[in-house]
C-alpha cells in the first residue's frame, strides 16, 4: 500500500518486522547448560537449516519448550534439534526434541524442594522477633547464640545436642 506519493505506509513495515521475528529456523546441536531448579539453560547451535557454522551458536531454551513427558529438563551434553527464531533478547527456542523427533531425555538430577525458592519469614538475627531485620531491631545487641539449642555458652559448629542427634541415627544403623 502506498501513501500517494509511491511511498510504504508505516504500518506494512511493521507487518514486514512482525514477520521476520516470526521466521522459524531449524536448529542441531547439544544442550550447553541447563539449569533444573530455574527450568532455563541454552543450547549450542552447532547445525542452523542444515549447515555446518564455524562458530556454535547460543540458543536460548525454556522447559515449557521442551518434547518431554513428566518433568522437563536438558542434561548438559544431551543432543537436540529445534526450530528457534529470532527475538529481541536474542535466539530463542520454539520446539526442542531428541534427535530425529524423539522426546528430549531430561536430567536425571529433579528439581527437589530444598532447592526451589523458600520464602522465609522476617526474622531478626538480633532478638529472633518476625516482622523486622537485625539493622532495624530496637532491641540492644544480644549475645551470639547456637542456632541449634539456642543457647549462649557455644555456637551450632560445637553444639553437644546436635553433636548426640546425629550419633543416634548411626547407632541406629549399626545395630
Partial sequence: MTDGGGGC?????????EEEQTVLSWGRGVCKWFNVRMGFGFL?????D???????LDVFV????????????????????????????GLESVTVTGPDGAPCLGSKRKATSSQKLRTKANRCYNCAEVGHHAKQCQVPPQPKRCHFCQSVSHMVASCPI??????????????
Fill in 162 to 175: 546436635k553433636a548426640q542427634q546425629q550419633q543416634k541415627p548411626h547407632q541406629q544403623q549399626h545395630q
Fill in 9 to 17: 505506509v508505516q504500518g506494512e513495515e511493521e507487518e514486514e518486522e
Fill in 50 to 56: 542444515g549447515s555446518a557454522l564455524e562458530q556454535p
Fill in 62 to 89: 525454556h522447559q515449557s519448550k521442551l518434547h518431554m513427558e513428566g518433568f522437563r529438563s536438558l542434561t548438559e551434553g544431551e543432543s537436540v534439534e529445534f526450530t528457534f527464531r529470532k527475538s529481541s533478547k
Fill in 44 to 48: 549450542s547451535m552447532k547445525i542452523r
